[in-house]
């Protein structure tokens, strides 16, 4: 299989600036052990690093492909990072949701202009698909595309740019497209720092698998019931073979670290953190990782304002 | 009266870099009218601003005088940021604090390794005396030197690399340490963008003294009445000058329109900002303010947890 390059990813950097925040390395002086610098991704414009790929995928198609418009199916960041991406190319997006995904994250897509497109249960990818036969659509999928992979690939030139000597780099898991990224980057530039990654405990199909040395099942049910509701997806092979070759080891972390870490970001380093993109820090607070300097990805930021508060409010 | 000049400003720039964070420039889709970006401030190592003012006074003195160490009286961020700064360049730090200052702040400030001195209410600045003729520490004033402001107006050089096309700068204001170098920056490297200073309507003595064209004393009981205790302090003579000579207009804002851009900037910018810190932001949603391309100053974010959780709340 066809691993994403370093020179992919040097493209993609080219591509995402000035769409992308250039997001910096924050120092946590209150870091308790090992020196601890956040990559805050929740500060993307639409609140989460997805904007990367995203862009760098849509960027990619020629133009006439963009011209007809992009599809993709999401209720969460993926949803807004591509509405957000197609405004800045002007071009039309197609959001294909679930009827029962909240009203908020469904305006939260609208306000980028897209037109969301609500579809039975279980029925997006279908739905997608029929949008895409009308009108000649590109679809933009979350994890599973070298574009993407590539676009959030370069979170990690960042790192080994501003962090050099950097020892451990900590990143959410879920579909996998993140550290696949990150870890092609780190790992062709800095390849002495090490790439961790961190899953709940109650979502650890990519723990599983890796262990297993092949893909494993965990029922849509399973997944669902961690708070991290942006890890509840599962590696594909592309991003499993990534990972595989460039990932030097998993760590799961449990419902009360991640509400407590996601507590801290805010306290500590004043970041709103959603569930998902704390899971770093719990990992990095409670796990027996290798010693040195750290650098926990922050995935991203939107946290229902509710469970924020409620998790504050412990 | 000399003024900061551009060129201390740069020399600054150069003492600053790998102390101070770069901040990027946030964009904010959820704007409203004007577009819109965040300077966040808050996420430097000490949660606000002072680090950079702090860090190049110290940087200033000569060997011999920094080898006797620094001392500061102060109960907020400028204390935190006299700390660090004292350990950055390992040297003791002293820090004078009244004796009913909550207990998490001296624990902050602590934990950057500082000597706290607890004085008498009141007595702050004779204990700092004290302690400078026992030692011969140099005392590091939070706003009323040029060093102080040439190392605030790092921050107006950063954005007018950033977006040197901005039509309005909106900056926090209480002793004008910030305002002043952050106006002479932008003044000096983008004369055509303004700089409107921003400030609680409970503690608007800056205001008044504009408008009256001589500084005007607001009782420390009046100023106090507001929740931003970041904005409690008055301008110096000096800082004055420099908001004269720079300063396009200044506008004030209600204790309610404060507390609503901490819960909005939690929201939308997933940032925790202190209510001295929203204050540009609750400016640019609520005062009629010159249009185009906006860049808020979000100058810290160390809120009180529970006045956080009690904002976001309601």
Known sequence: MDLVTLADIEAAAGRVAGTAVRTPLL????????PLWLKPENLQPIGAFKIRGAYNAIARLTDEQRARGVVAYSSGNHAQA????????????????PKDTPVVKIEATRSHGADVVLSEVGQREAK???????????????FDHPDVIAGQGTIGLEIAEDLPEADVVLVPVSGGGLISGVATAIKHRSPKTQVWA???????????????GELVDWSVADRNRTIAD?????????????????VDGIVTVSEAEIRAAVALLAEKANLVAEPSGAVSVAGYLNRDLPEGRTVAVISGGNIDPAVFTEILAR
């Open 128 to 142: 997608a698909a029929e949008i895409q036969a009308e009108t000649g659509a590109a679809l933009i999928p979350p």
């Open 82 to 97: 591509v509405a957000y991406a197609a405004r800045e190319f002007g071009i039309r997006a197609w959001i294909v949701v």
């Open 198 to 212: 961190v899953e709940p405990e109650l979502a650890a199909d990519t723990a599983a698998s890796l262990a297993a």
């Open 230 to 246: 942006g890890l509840r997806s599962q590696p594909s092979p592309l991003t499993f073979a990534h990972q595989q070759a460039y």
């Open 27 to 34: 120092p946590c002086p209150w870091a308790p052990r090992s």
